[in-house]
Structure formats: C-alpha cells, structure tokens
C-alpha cells in the first residue's frame, strides 16, 4: 500500500502515513465503543453467565451453589417440560401453514395491472403493527364460547361452536389461527419484494412459450421465490419456538391460567422459562430451560440449512 | 379471459382483507357497548356509544402514566438505537482497524442467541443497580442492537464512496465524514431502523413485564396484560383498553406506510 514502484516516500511521508492509518484505528475502535460495550455488558456476558447459572441451585434469598447437572436430568424427566415441548412444536410446525398461504396472497397481489393494492396490503398489515397483547385479548374475546364472534357466526349455519381457548381438543388450533392472522401481513410483504425482483424477462419468454399464468407460477415464481421462503422459514421457525405473548395473555397468568382446562395444552417454553425464572424464582433451572431451547432453536436451524439443498434454487 | 380474471382475484383478496380487517371493527363496537349488550345473544353489530368506557380505563389503571412510560422507552430506544447503531455500522463499513472483522463477527453472534437467554443476568444487573421499577430498567438495554448494527453496515456498503473521497481530500475526519455527509444519505435506512425499533419497543412485553411491576412504572403492554388479570371478562373494558393501546403505532404505519413496508422488506433481502 505505501510502497510502490517507482515512488520511494521520504521518512516523513512515511511516518505521516502511518499516523493516518492509526488515527483511523483509534476513531474504528471509538466508533464501535457504545455498542460494544452495551452489547458486552447486556447481551455477551449474560449469555456466559445463563450458561453458567444452569449448573446452579438458587436458594430463596438470592444466592446460588453449583450442583453440576442436576438440573438438566431434573430438565429430561420433568414432564411438565415434555409437554411444553411438545407444544412448541407443534405449534411451530402447524405454523409453516401460513408461509404457502403468504406467497399466495403475494401473488395475487403481484398481478400486474391489480388495482387497490395498497388498500389489500394495508388490511393484511394490520395485525402486524398490532401489539400482541391486544391481538391476544381481542382474539380471546372471538374465541369466547358463549359471546365469541366466531361462535355467533357458527351459530347462523347451525353449528354449536365449542370454548375455543379453553378446550384441550382445540385450543392449540385455535392459537396457530391466530398465530397465522397475526404474521401473515409480515411475510406477504416479504414474498412481495422477493417476486418483484424476478426478472420480468422470464415471464414473457414463458408467455411466448404458451404457458399460462398458473403454469408460470409453479415454473417460475415458486423457484425464484425459494431463497426468500427458506429466509421465511429460518425467521419463523425461530419466532414460533419463543413464543410468549399470545399464549400469556390467552391463557392468563398465575392462577387464573392454571383454571383454564386447556393451559397444559398450550404452554410453551418460554412460559416455563417465565414461571420459573420470575414466578417461582428458580432460575437456575430456568437457566438450564433456555438453554435447552437454545440447543433446539440451534439444531432446527442447522437441520433447515441441510434440507435446503433439496428444494431451494438458488440462481 | 384476463378480462374476467381480476373479478375472481379480487373476491379472494376482498374477502380475506375483511377476516383481517373485522376482527378489529368487532374490537371498536364492543369497546361502545355496556357490558349486559356485548353478552346479548344473539349480538346486535352495532356500537352504542358507552365512550365512558375509555375513562374507566383510565380510572382502572395508571394508564396515563404508562402511556407517557410507552413513550419514553419507544423514544429512548429509537434514538439511542439510531445513534449507537449507525456509529458502529459507518466503522465497519467505512474505517480500517485491526480485529474488525473478528469483532464484526463477535456483534453478529448476538443474532443467534435467543433473547430469553439474556433476561436472568440483564435482571440482575437492574437489580444491582437499583433500577428495578424505573425508566432506565426499560430502556437502557434497548438502547443497543446487533441487528441495527448489521442493517445500516448493509446501507452504508451501498452507498457511492465518491463524495467521502472529496471530503477526505478537503480534509475532513471520520467525524465530519459520518455526520455530515454519511447520516444524510443513510436516511432512508436509518428512517427503517427506526421504525423497526419503535414497532418492537412500543410492543414488547417479557422484559417491561420482568423489570418493571409496579404499576405506575409498567409500560402499556405489561399494563394490559395485568388489566386483563384482574377484569377477565368485562370485554368492552378490555377492548377498548388494548384499542387505545394499540393505535399510537398503527397510527404511525397508517401515516409512513411506505417507510414502514420498506423497512419491513430490508430484513428479508440480505445483501
């Protein structure tokens, strides 16, 4: 860089080069300071002592003592874990529905020439700028079995809906609807700007082709579109496996949720995380739930990155 | 045929619009009604005029207080964001130093980590401090993101270098550089940042929920969370409560949308 053929810099020129390039270091390092500090102190070394914690006991007033791993053999045969294992997981897997939903909604938006998008992309939107406890409540207050909107409407064609939320046999359907109405609009606008930047080219070589619009969909939309519906999929995945807000407000807390029949079907991990990091206080415990969820929300994603070579083109 | 098609496409989109729209118009009608009227089966579709029952969420809760507490925290955290975050993105970008990738690198594994794993010692730490039930428990976390960080450093690689090649010949330093002539052209990005973060902070709950329990410090949505604890099923209280909750950031979206949708595209498309 200092050197070249031709020019040999005097010792001056030489060393005022070098004071430049540590001046450009020292700003680099001040720049990056407040973040790097805030992020080392809030979010680095916390992961460091979570990990930590997970081997520890917490005692009632605060103090702590190592027990090894007695936590995470506690962890494998507490059942009250399995199951909300088991409900985040299906949870998250009933949730990937809305992801061939989204790309048909974006779809049809993309139709050149449609009229009114803005408006359909406004309504679909909604309920992502929506604060999820409100989304929860309101849902809530539809799923009521005796008052609820979505029974009322049942009603009319003679069907006597059940008390959605609260019945073990339908309340994690009735939490992935909502789960689904809630991110659609996010992943729409997504698939949307991942259609618009497919060449236009490629359609009209398909229509000279003959081939109709359905047909240009499966050919060429839906491969071009797999890089951003794998992105979609990381994101979601990752989203369903912390869920926290929708089912809290649903089910209530404390008491009140233990009351509700169908509480065991629905509590997630992070609930339990919650319970057991703020409500009953044994967070060394709580430590060694969200690592366990760490390590699953870890080998999901490294599972989806292997299946990814058997449907994602990538150009 | 593409003549009849549209009517077709058109039905499809205005229905599934209305099953995202009505949920919300059936919340504004019942937060109108009394309590007896919103339980009448079968339910009459229209709003009574029971605005008393916005005030009685206000007499419930110190919602007054929570919504200026919303507030703050949104405005902290956006500023704070958008400072901090455009700061560490213009060096990554821009200045040379040693370690900088590595240290990139070490910014970006934030992302991976879930949250959850952050809340016991960030608890703690308030705790220590003091800050237990108080403005700064909610902001001052927020204040930093790897995730701002890494969307402005993609904004700024985007930029044309020239003009920073003009100044620096006119004798400008990395300061004037960044702010002067680096912040004006990133503001599209940092107008997405922004918007981002207000959108997370406004409706975030695990943490304002964990730090902050007394009701006078909790933000709108740990506030709601507990008006619901208490009043499980007076629905028309409970509507109109997470209606006037809600609105200040869907108002927000109503007025930039096109920010909002923009900044909403820049985290799917990965440069």
Known sequence: ?315 | MSERRPIGVHAVLIASSLAMVAPFAWQIVTSLKTLSSATRVPPSLLPEGRWDNYAKVFDLLPFADQFLNTVVMAAGRVAGQVLFCSMAAYAFARLRFPGRNLLFGVFLSVLMVPPQLFVIPQYQIMSSLGWLNSLQAIIVPGLFSAFGVFLLRQFFLGLPREIEEAARLDGAGPVRIYWSIMMPLARPGLVALGILTLLWAWNDLFWPLVVNTDPEKMTLSAGLAALQGQYQTDYPILMAGSLIASLPVIAVFVFLQRQFIQGIAHTGTKG
């Open chain 1, 1 to 315: 860089m200092t050197t070249t053929a031709g020019t040999r810099p005097t010792r001056a020129a030489h060393a005022a080069s070098k004071r430049r390039f540590r001046a450009e270091a020292l700003w680099g390092y001040a720049f990056i300071a407040p973040t790097g500090l805030g992020l080392a102190i809030f979010y680095l070394w916390p992961v460091v002592q979570t990990t930590y914690f997970s081997f520890t006991e917490w005692g009632a007033f605060g103090g702590h003592t190592w027990t090894g791993l007695d936590n995470y053999t506690r962890l494998i045969g507490d059942p009250e874990v399995g199951r909300a294992l088991v409900n985040t997981l299906t949870y998250t897997v009933l949730g990937l529905v809305g992801i061939p939903l989204a790309i048909v909604f974006a779809a049809l938006l993309n139709r050149p020439g449609l009229r009114g998008v803005s408006a359909y992309r406004t309504a679909f939107f909604l309920p992502v700028v929506t604060m999820p406890v409100a989304v929860a409540m309101l849902w809530r207050w539809l799923y009521n079995g005796d008052y609820g909107l979505v029974n009322q409407v049942l009603s009319v064609v003679g069907i006597d809906g059940p008390n959605w939320i609260a019945d073990p046999a339908t309340a994690m359907y009735a939490l992935v609807v909502v789960g689904i109405w809630s991110s659609i609009g996010y992943n729409l606008i997504i698939f949307l700007a991942g259609m618009q930047a497919i060449p236009k080219e490629l359609y009209e070589a398909a229509s000279m082709d003959g081939a109709g619009s359905v047909r240009q969909f499966f050919r060429i939309t839906l491969p071009m579109l797999s890089p951003t519906a794998f992105f979609i999929s990381i994101v979601s995945v990752i989203g369903s496996l912390q869920l926290f807000d929708l089912v809290f407000v649903m089910t209530g807390s404390g008491q009140s949720a233990r009351a509700n029949p169908a509480y065991a079907r629905l509590q997630t991990v992070v609930q339990l995380f919650y319970e057991r990091a703020f409500v009953t206080n044994d967070r060394g415990y709580a430590a060694a739930i969200v690592i366990a969820l760490l390590v699953l929300i870890a080998a999901l994603t490294v599972l989806q990155f292997r299946l990814q070579r058997r449907w994602v083109h990538y150009v």
